[in-house]
């Protein structure tokens, strides 16, 4: 039997039925209609927000919606948040449609094209300009139609975000405008008549040290003082990134954010004086949504094959690729994973969870330890929030999407 990571202290049973907000997670199938299905509770986006309020006081914070576009759930964040980060027209789409002022929206992501910039100039959302050649199109197309485009300067930091697991600053990116270069491109757009909303500095993903956070943060507040410095433009917004890390896997420990806030406000009481006014924000996705979503996935066969056991579910990689291994992740490991009804501890078994597409590498549990299931029976895989049905190839195979619900409580929204 192989380990799988921790199930997220939100969820309880109650007589061996597995809870999801105010009902079973087998009621919410029955309303839903079907599997597969994934629930997201916005209680437990509440929650997160409401800590990280409490360990980051003056902070402002954004969604990024790239973590999961489900429409009801970004409208529920919206009201929670101070802003939106958007890397797409359609993500933008989904914001605006969400009834967020597109002046709480920010655009970051390469190869953003003319009608895409047209789009959020238009609109008035802040556009992180990711070269010099974006900001050159962006300010030409402002005087075009008109309009006074709202630009900030994503940085490629010239420093990384140690143990993320997804690393997107230091050294050769395709991420953002490189540190040497920022101060000129900052200039430029204030003498082509652009609206400057500051800097955007992301170093990484998926961090559990809060060391290493708080390491990033303070070497991006000292770049953004130095290229303020070197431009001598105060910035009003500096966007210090993200990255904040959740526990998938066994011996994750989750993040202490009270210390990563404290050593922030520490920082910034000693920061720069050209920092002196600016609006400081953090972004996250996966630390506000992924530990409140739920992927259920009924199985449809048992099998034995050379004396393994094998139960095949409907669902598979094509709504939660991340489970299985194969997006961004290196060792193939265990996500949290559990029946929604628990009748007999005493009867754990060794089986392999493996979804119902045609290939070796959907395998959604490796030899982990589940009580005894029978067919129909449903398979719940945690951690399903954050970059599961958006993030995962739903053409391939051909098989139905997944049904997707954010709730609260006991109703969906
Ligand atoms: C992906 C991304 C995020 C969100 O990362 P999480 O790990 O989900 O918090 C934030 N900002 C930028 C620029 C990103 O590319």
Same mark, same amino acid.
């Given at each position: 039997m192989k380990p799988s990571g921790p199930i997220p202290?939100?969820?309880?049973?109650?007589?061996?039925?597995?809870?999801?907000?105010?009902?079973?997670?087998?009621?919410?199938?029955?309303?839903?209609?079907?599997?597969?299905?994934?629930?997201?509770?916005?209680?437990?986006?509440?929650?997160?927000?409401?800590?990280?309020?409490?360990?980051f006081p003056g902070v402002s914070l954004h969604y990024a919606v790239k973590a999961n576009p489900h429409p009801p759930l970004v409208r529920a964040i919206g009201s929670l948040v101070d802003g939106i980060d958007v890397a797409s027209e359609g993500e933008a789409r989904i914001? %605006?449609?969400?009834?967020?002022?597109?002046?709480?929206?920010?655009?970051?992501g390469p190869g953003k094209r003319d009608r895409e910039l047209a789009m959020a100039i238009e609109a008035g959302i802040t556009?992180?300009?990711?070269?010099?050649?974006?900001?050159?199109r962006a300010l030409a197309i402002g005087r075009g139609i008109g309009r006074t485009p709202r630009l900030a300067v994503r940085v490629n930091p010239d420093f990384e975000l140690k143990g993320s697991?997804?690393?997107?600053?230091?050294?050769?990116?395709?991420?953002?405008?490189?540190?040497?270069q920022a101060a000129a491109v900052v200039g430029r757009i204030v003498t082509g008549g652009g609206d400057y909303r500051g800097l955007h500095i992301f170093a990484g993903s998926q961090a559990l040290d809060p060391q290493a %956070?708080?390491?990033?943060?303070?070497?991006?507040?000292?770049?953004?003082?130095?290229?303020?410095?070197?431009?001598?433009?105060?910035?009003?917004?500096?966007?210090?990134?993200?990255?904040?890390?959740?526990?998938?896997?066994?011996?994750?420990l989750p993040l202490d954010e009270r210390m990563v806030g404290d050593a922030l406000s520490a920082a910034l009481v000693l920061r720069d004086p050209i920092l002196g006014?600016?609006?400081?924000?953090?972004?996250?996705?996966?630390?506000l949504v992924g530990e409140a979503?739920?992927?259920?996935?009924?199985?449809?066969?048992?099998?034995?094959?050379?004396?393994?056991?094998?139960?095949?579910?409907?669902?598979? %990689?094509?709504?939660?690729?991340?489970?299985?291994?194969?997006?961004?992740?290196?060792v193939r490991r265990n996500y949290p994973i559990s029946l929604t009804n628990i009748r007999d501890m005493t009867k754990?078994?060794?089986?392999?969870?493996?979804?119902?597409?045609?290939?070796?590498?959907d395998r959604l549990g490796d030899h982990v330890g589940l009580p005894e299931a029978a067919v129909g029976e449903v398979v719940a895989l945690f951690l399903a929030g954050a970059y599961g049905a958006s993030a995962s190839p739903q053409a391939f195979l051909g098989h139905p999407p997944p049904r997707e619900i954010t709730i609260d409580g006991t109703g969906i929204l």
């Open positions: 202290p939100d969820f309880v049973r109650r007589d061996g039925a597995l809870m999801i907000g105010g009902r079973s997670a087998d009621a919410w199938v029955d309303i839903a209609g079907d599997t597969p299905l994934f629930v997201y509770d916005s209680a437990i986006v509440r929650d997160r927000v409401a800590r990280f309020r409490a360990a914001a %605006l449609d969400a009834g967020v002022d597109a002046r709480h929206i920010s655009f970051a556009l992180n300009l990711e070269s010099a050649g974006e900001a050159d697991g997804m690393k997107m600053g230091g050294g050769a990116k395709p991420f953002g405008i490189d540190a040497d %956070l708080i390491e990033a943060q303070a070497s991006a507040l000292r770049l953004a003082a130095r290229i303020s410095s070197e431009s001598r433009i105060a910035p009003p917004g500096v966007n210090l990134g993200g990255g904040f890390g959740i526990p998938y896997f066994a011996n994750d006014d600016t609006e400081f924000t953090i972004e996250l996705g996966r630390w979503g739920v992927y259920l996935t009924r199985i449809v066969d048992r099998k034995m094959s050379h004396g393994e056991t094998f139960l095949v579910v409907d669902g598979g %990689l094509h709504h939660q690729l991340a489970a299985s291994g194969n997006f961004g992740t290196v754990v078994e060794d089986v392999s969870v493996v979804g119902c597409l045609c290939t070796p590498i």
